[in-house]
């Protein structure tokens, strides 16, 4: 069987390729209607075809006659070693024998040449004018042949114009015999692309032999073919069994991925949350600091296990599309960064290809604070840091801190790679790419000085007010408006650390030091997995011992959360460090799924107790809350109903509704008058009880300044009582 496939030669010309057993086949000038351009003729530009027989033909009546004649150069031959031509060949009208010839020329050499008397072998007229004309199918070869292209001229010896004898020619096939490549047992072409069939050893896939088969494809021995892989194929072979493996691996990685994402997600916004609400102020810090300490153990120079490479990269994905490497228009290939895990696994080099997604999130802040900066310093004219705006306005400088010193270890990370590439700048994406890792760098560097200098000064002026000043008065004194703005700025970096000492109220910058010192060892020592596991779990460790010798949480979530954060790391840290050592004693390399599922297990302990502590925060603020409204409102109630009550009697006085009180039974509150002040009991509001008029409705107390003090005189009746004062 024959397939034909059309290619596309020149603009002039298109050829038909017919794949045959190791043969390469052109044909031109092919059936109705043919093909005919790309030719070079004695006619120059004009028409050089006509039409005899009801067929097309190139030459013929009027066209080809003395002294004219037809070229046409085919290239791009695969390596072969033989050729073979055949063509149809038209004698037209008044052919006179053997001095009229028909000539046909390969490469300017004569290989066919046959004379013609139109009245011997002309079976009739067909076309042309009243002579007999004739059309054969001629064959040459095979013709020893090797160069990769080949050219054909069709001329004959007339004498006469083609209006008395022509000639024309149509329908030829040129059949190149090729030189299979070793991959190929037949082909139509002198590559492993172009082959018919497969030596053993090499499988057919299309048209292309290849050992081994593509992925998802198996080798077929028996026919030397790449068959499709299936579902629930029985005795699998190997390749199909390694696609089951994959397609299971694929399906865990996206799950735990998925989910360790969602975890990391809800765990950040709850904390955040409970950051904006005063709940819990470090406890972003801490979670951020744990989960990228976990997820970077991703960059370990051991062959992690699919459930634990998804487990990482959800930890580190944001929700927020990292949009600005689609500017990156270099193949991937082409960025990777040449060390360790990080040329194994593909990583680019390229700093805003990995932390595009965090500079937008950090961008969102920056305008947050931005806009707030702008709305505080043209509305607010008193103190800002009592004003609802300015809160506002220093929530989100303690975002962005949060994050920054959260986000530490990528920050470092990515930076050092990009600057460490600077052959990679070729182009605007990763000349900006290389100036934001600079700057980054900087940057953070500068941020964590300017800090410290603030919490330095904060905290020297909570030491010296703690042990010299005694009374609110001088509190307020030593403290001016600006040293209450800055505490509120920097308050999510120390408020809930203790300040008993330095230690503990400058704990941020240990948990800072504890974070480059884990990426920077993770990043230096990729060429000895072991000591580099090692050295992680060392550090992890001793951290711990520090934090629970120096104690400098506040509150008991902020302890509990920091010391399950590290109880997690080492958990991931001890878990690589088992697989570093058995790749090094065994030389084993395939992943193993037990420490996958450890992993994951430790990051869903991770985020679930930080997801359980800041809900519970959200919880507890809501709650407080409630009862402060609650509180608020028993209070509105209380006062309205005793002004009610006031309200009422004072009516009924006015109506002189009232009995005759028993002056004996009148209460009269004594006070202790004294030369400054007394209390006393306004009796006209005491007598107003019409049911027990020893039992006043409402008590009215008042102040009074006594200047001097007259003996009281009990009145005789009501009428009497109303018309004297018992202040006088």
């Known amino acids: 069987m024959q397939a034909a496939v059309v290619v596309k ?25 043919p093909n005919s351009t790309g030719w070079e003729t004695s006619l120059g530009v004009s028409e050089y075809t006509s039409t005899c027989g009801g067929e097309t033909i190139i030459g013929g009546y009027e066209k080809f006659g003395a002294n004219d004649w037809a070229k046409k150069t085919y290239s791009d031959l695969p390596a072969h070693t033989n050729v073979s031509l055949q063509f149809d060949i038209y004698f037209i009208d008044s052919w006179d024998g053997a001095a009229d010839i028909y000539l046909v020329y390969v490469d300017n050499d004569n290989e066919y040449s046959q004379s013609h008397h139109t009245a011997g072998n002309s079976s009739g007229n067909v076309c042309g004018s009243i002579w007999a004309d004739n059309k054969t199918t001629v064959t040459i070869g095979p013709i020893p042949h090797n160069s990769t292209s080949i050219t054909l001229k069709f001329s004959s010896t007339l004498n006469s114009g083609p209006e008395d004898e022509s000639f024309g020619f149509k329908n030829i096939k040129i059949t190149v015999d090729v030189i299979c490549t070793p991959a190929c047992l037949t082909c139509f072409g002198d590559s492993e692309s172009e082959c018919y069939t497969c030596a053993d050893g090499w499988y ?78 470090i406890n972003l810090l801490l979670s951020l600091s744990a989960i990228e300490s976990i997820a970077n153990m991703q960059y370990l120079n051991v062959n992690h296990s699919a459930m634990a490479v998804g487990a990482y990269s959800g930890l580190s994905s944001s929700l927020i599309p990292n949009w600005i490497a689609n500017f990156n228009h270099l193949s991937e290939e082409n960025v990777v960064f040449n060390y360790g895990i990080f040329e194994k696994n593909q990583f680019s080099a390229l700093y805003l290809d990995n932390n ?76 900006i ?39 609110s008065r001088e509190l307020e004194a030593f403290k001016d408006e600006k040293d209450e703005w800055n505490e509120m700025k920097y308050e999510m970096l120390y408020e809930d650390f203790n300040e008993t000492s330095p230690s503990s109220f400058f704990f941020a910058y240990w948990i800072a030091a504890f974070n480059i010192v884990h990426i920077l060892l993770i990043f230096t020592l990729q060429s000895v997995p072991v000591i580099q596991c090692l050295s992680v779990v060392v550090v992890a460790i ?112 006015k109506k002189g509704d009232v009995e005759k009180p028993d002056s004996s039974k009148l209460l009269v509150q004594k006070s202790s008058l004294d030369r400054n002040s007394v209390a006393v009991i306004d009796l006209t509001a005491a007598i107003l009880n019409p049911g ?18 007259q003996p009281f005189q009990a009145p005789n009746n009501a009428i009497e009582l109303n018309s004297r004062s018992l202040s006088s």
């Open 692 to 709: 027990d008029p020893s039992q006043p409705l409402g008590i009215k107390r008042r102040k009074i300044i006594v200047r001097r003090v």
């Open 356 to 431: 595009g997604d965090f500079l937008t999130e950090l961008l969102g802040y920056g305008c947050a604070w931005f806009l707030t900066g702008v709305i505080c310093s043209i509305t607010v004219k008193e103190n800002l840091a009592r004003t609802k705006i300015g809160k506002v306005y220093a929530i989100t400088i303690g975002l962005i801190f949060s994050n920054v010193f959260g986000h530490v270890q990528t920050l470092t990370l990515f930076s050092l790679i990009q600057i460490l590439k600077i052959s990679l700048v070729v182009d605007a994406y990763t000349g």
């Open 542 to 653: 001793t951290f711990t011992i520090f934090s629970a010798i120096v104690k400098p949480m506040k509150k008991k979530s902020a302890n509990f959360i920091h010391f399950s954060n590290f109880a997690c790391i080492l958990v991931v840290s001890l878990t690589n460090l088992a697989v570093a050592i058995k790749e090094a004693a065994t030389g084993d390399y395939t992943s193993n799924k037990l420490a996958g599922w450890v992993i994951f297990v430790a990051v869903m302990a991770n985020t679930g107790v930080n997801i359980l502590i800041g809900f519970g925060g959200m919880v507890i603020q809501l709650f407080q809350i409630i009862k402060k409204k609650i509180s608020k409102a028993r209070e509105k109630e209380e006062k309205n109903s005793k002004t009610d009550s006031n309200r009422s009697a004072n009516s009924a006085h």
């Open 433 to 471: 790419s290389y100036i934001l890792a600079y700057l980054t760098l900087t940057s953070v560097a500068g941020l964590y000085v300017l800090c410290f200098i603030k919490l330095k000064a904060i905290f020297d002026k909570k030491f010296k007010s703690k042990y010299t000043i005694r009374s």
């Open 9 to 33: 030669l020149s603009s002039l010309s298109k050829l038909i390729f017919w794949l045959a057993l190791g043969q390469y086949v052109i044909t031109d000038v092919w059936g109705e209607p």
């Open 204 to 281: 057919l896939n299309g048209t292309t032999c290849l050992n081994p088969c593509p992925w998802g494809y198996w080798g077929d021995d028996t026919a030397n073919v790449c068959r499709e892989c299936t579902e629930n194929m029985e005795n699998a072979p190997p390749p199909c069994v390694a696609v089951e493996e994959a397609n299971y691996a694929t399906t865990v990685k996206k799950a735990a991925s998925v989910t360790s994402e969602a975890l990391a997600t809800t765990t950040s916004t709850l904390q955040s949350a409970n950051a904006i609400s005063g709940t819990s102020l």
